[in-house]
């Protein structure tokens, strides 16, 4: 069974300063692989994703994510995070696009943006 | 276009009870899944509805059972409730192939005392 491990539970930086979200997943087999954001008290909105293609895959409000299949890998980055920014992030993976088949997701990383 | 509504927001239950929550589809999505976020943790797939037929199933107790009705709206029921099932239950809609990237609906906050 897949599994995603999110390495650091929170996340702590300035404003402006560049930021990575590790995120390791563990599948014998091949995997799409997602970010979702989740800002207090709403539900998750996906940042971006990555199916097929090009390994380095780039999403909403400038977050960016490489997928690193022999490190099997997917951490997200933003070269200057802003405040607006502070929300808890969760890596997921599916082992198939189709109809039934879960998303499983880690367990969050709580970035905190400081000015 | 609308998104996710799911309603109650907030539900303080006693253990033993029942609970219905009710999620509206984002117009023109067919498919309705559903997830528990516990405090803490990300959230784990319940199940997922397809034209009114569960269609995938994660590791919960049959007491956690849900329909999808023809507007595509959806309910999750969980009956015999436990301390445990406290937690935010996110509905998400999406349209043909479930796992493009869902839309999240904002949750239900279940509190069970």
């Known amino acids: 069974a897949q599994s995603v491990t999110q390495l650091d539970s929170q996340v702590p930086v300035f404003e402006e300063a560049p930021v990575e979200l590790r995120c390791n997943y563990s599948?014998?087999?091949?995997?799409?692989l997602f970010w979702y954001v989740q800002y207090p008290n709403q539900g998750l909105q996906l940042l971006l994703k990555y199916l097929s293609g090009s390994t380095l895959v780039k999403g909403i409000n400038g977050f960016e994510a490489e997928f690193n299949k022999s490190q099997t890998s997917f951490h997200l980055r933003k070269p200057s995070v802003h405040i607006s920014d502070t929300a808890e992030y969760f890596c997921?993976?599916?082992?198939?696009?189709?109809?039934?088949?879960?998303?499983?997701f880690g367990a969050g990383t709580i970035l905190r943006v400081k000015s | 276009e609308t998104g996710v509504t799911q309603s109650p927001t907030h539900l303080i239950k006693t253990r033993g009870q029942q609970v219905t929550l009710r999620c509206s589809s984002q117009s023109g999505h067919n498919t309705v899944s559903w997830y528990q976020q516990a405090l803490g943790q990300g959230p784990q797939f319940i199940f997922q509805?397809?034209?009114?037929?569960?269609?995938g199933r994660g590791n919960f107790p049959p007491r956690f059972s849900g329909l999808q009705f023809p507007n595509y709206s959806s309910e999750l029921n969980v009956n015999a409730l436990e301390l445990d099932d406290s937690a935010l239950y996110l509905c998400?809609?999406?349209?043909?192939?479930?796992?493009?990237?869902?839309?999240f609906g904002s949750g239900t906050r279940l509190t069970v005392v």
């Open positions: 997921a993976v599916t082992l198939s696009l189709e109809y039934g088949n879960k998303l499983v």
């Open positions: 599948s014998s087999v091949s995997v799409y």
């Open positions: 509805y397809y034209r009114e037929e569960e269609n």
């Open positions: 998400a809609s999406s349209f043909g192939t479930a796992n493009y990237g869902y839309t």
